[in-house]
C-alpha cells in the first residue's frame, strides 16, 4: 500500500498520509503504548456555507441557516437506529460538531479501534432522510436553539459577532433560528449533503497505536462514495468598517458579562494564515494574558475575575480576536484595554514579552501532542487551511518581534466593539 511519511525530528513524530483512489486523504499518526485512540471523519462545511456553486449547475444555490447544523445531527439517524447507541455498545465516546467553516465527525475509544472506525466511515456516507425525520428533527433543534438564547456566554459572544460584522455569514447563528430551521426540508439536506460530502471536501484522520497499514486498509475498504467536484463558496464583501460598536442585554446573571473584540481584516491562507494566526495569538497574550501586566491591573482592581479569557480566530475570509469574562464594571475595563491596545499598536510589545509568551505558546502546543484528540483535530484543521501539524511549530521557530509588531500595527489599530450582558 502506497503512503507517504512527514517526520518532525524536533516533535519525535510521523504523520503518515494516504491517498485514496477517491481524492480522500487519510492523515494518521501512530503513538506507541497509548491505550486511547480516535479518529475524525470532517467535511470543509460550516454554519457560514449557506450560498455556493454547485459544478454542472447554474447560478448560486441558497439555502436556510442553520442547515449543516442540521444535517450533521441527522446523519446520526440511520435506517437500523441510531449510531450513538452502536458506539455504546462497542464502548466508544462519539460526537460530531458544527462550527463555522466544519463539520467533524469522531469518536474515542480504548478497544475495538476497527470496529468504530468501519463504522465512522461508513454511516457518514450513508445519509437516511425521511420527511416525518426532518419534521421531528425541527422541533427538537428549535428546543436547542431557544436554551442558546438563555445562555449568557453564547448570547454576549453571538452579540459581539454582530457588532463586528456588517454582512459576512460568521455573525450567525449556528443552529439557525426557529424561522430559517423551518424552510429545511429533506430534497434540500440531500442537496447540501451531495454538495459537501465529497472526498475532495473531505478528510479522515486517525491517531492510534496501530500499524498504519491497518488504518488505511480499512478506509480503503470502506470508502465507497465518489467525488463530484470542487464547490465553490460564495462570501459577500465584508466592511472594514463595525456594524456597531455597543451591544447589550439582559439576562438572569449575578455579576455583568463582557467580550470585546476586533477584527483582522488583512486576508491570508496556507502557511501565511497560520503564522500571522500564532502571531496574534502571541500578541493579545503578551498584551492581556495571565502574566502580563494588564491582566494584573484589572485583576487587582476586581474589573475581572478567573473567568477572564482571551482568543484568536482567523481564516482565509475572517478573522477576528476576543476577549472577555465576568466584570462589576465592563465599560471600565473596556476603557482601560482600549488604551492599552492603543499603546501597543504605537510602540510594540517588548523583546522580552515577546520571547516569553512565544516559548509558552510553543510549549503548550508540544505538550498538547500528548492528547491524541488533540493531534486528530489538529491535522484535520491544518488540512482544510492548506497547512500541516508540523508547520506550527515552524512558525514559531521563524516568528520574531519584527513581524508581530507589524501586524498589531495592522490588526490593533481597527475600532473596537463591547458586547456586554447585565444582570435582570
Not at 480516535?38 to 460550516?46: I, V, W
Not at 456597531?244 to 467580550?259: C, D, G, I, T, W
Not at 494564515?273 to 495571565?290: C, H, N, Q, V
Amino acid at each position: 500500500m502506497n503512503y507517504r511519511t512527514i517526520t518532525s525530528e524536533r516533535l519525535g513524530e510521523t504523520i503518515y498520509e494516504y491517498e485514496h483512489e477517491t481524492g480522500l486523504k487519510v492523515l494518521y499518526v501512530k503513538k506507541p503504548d497509548y491505550y486511547k485512540k480516535t479518529a475524525m471523519f470532517g467535511t470543509s462545511y460550516g454554519s457560514m456555507d449557506n450560498v455556493f456553486k454547485v459544478p454542472g449547475r447554474a447560478g448560486e444555490i441558497e439555502v436556510p441557516d442553520g442547515i449543516a447544523h442540521f444535517l450533521e445531527h441527522k446523519l446520526f439517524e440511520q435506517e437500523d437506529g441510531n449510531m450513538l447507541d452502536k458506539f455504546s455498545r462497542l464502548g466508544a465516546s462519539p460526537n460530531a460538531f458544527t462550527s463555522f467553516n466544519q463539520t467533524v465527525y469522531y469518536f474515542s475509544c480504548t478497544d475495538l479501534f476497527e470496529e468504530n472506525f468501519r463504522m465512522l466511515l461508513d454511516y457518514v456516507q450513508k445519509p437516511f432522510l425521511t420527511d416525518e425525520s426532518v419534521e421531528k428533527e425541527k422541533g427538537i433543534i428549535g428546543q436547542e436553539i431557544m436554551m442558546y438564547r438563555d445562555n449568557a456566554d453564547w448570547r454576549v459572544f453571538f452579540n459581539l459577532l454582530d457588532c463586528l460584522y456588517v454582512k459576512h455569514p460568521v455573525k450567525l447563528e449556528i443552529a439557525g433560528s426557529v424561522e430559517s430551521i423551518a424552510k429545511i426540508t429533506r430534497e434540500l439536506l440531500y442537496d447540501c449533503y451531495n454538495t459537501f460530502y465529497s472526498p475532495s471536501n473531505m478528510v479522515v484522520t486517525a491517531v492510534a497505536d496501530l500499524d498504519p497499514e491497518a488504518v488505511f486498509s480499512i478506509a480503503n475498504d470502506m470508502i465507497k462514495f465518489k467525488d463530484r467536484g470542487k464547490v465553490e463558496k460564495k462570501y459577500p464583501d465584508e466592511p472594514e468598517r463595525l456594524n456597531r460598536e455597543y451591544a447589550e442585554q439582559k439576562l438572569a446573571v449575578s455579576m455583568p458579562l463582557f467580550n470585546m473584540g476586533i477584527k483582522d481584516n488583512v486576508r491570508a491562507e496556507g502557511y501565511e494564515l497560520l503564522k500571522r494566526r500564532a502571531a496574534l495569538s502571541i500578541l493579545l497574550y503578551s498584551i492581556m494574558g495571565r502574566s502580563s501586566e494588564l491582566y494584573d491591573r484589572l485583576y487587582s482592581e476586581r474589573l475581572i475575575n478567573d473567568s477572564f479569557r482571551c482568543e484568536v480566530s482567523l481564516t482565509t475570509s475572517y478573522g477576528y480576536m476576543v476577549w472577555g469574562g465576568q466584570s462589576p464594571n465592563p465599560e471600565k475595563a473596556a476603557a482601560i484595554i482600549a488604551d492599552a491596545l492603543k499603546e501597543a499598536a504605537s510602540k510594540g510589545i517588548r523583546d522580552d514579552d515577546f520571547n516569553r509568551v512565544r516559548k509558552s505558546q510553543e510549549g503548550l502546543f508540544i505538550r498538547s501532542l500528548n492528547s491524541v484528540e488533540y493531534i486528530a483535530r489538529e491535522m484535520l484543521d491544518s488540512y482544510f487551511n492548506g497547512t500541516g501539524l508540523f508547520d506550527e511549530i515552524r512558525a514559531y521557530e521563524e516568528m520574531d518581534a519584527g513581524y508581530i509588531n507589524k501586524v498589531a500595527g495592522e490588526v490593533l489599530s481597527n475600532p473596537a466593539a463591547l458586547s456586554v450582558i447585565n444582570p435582570l
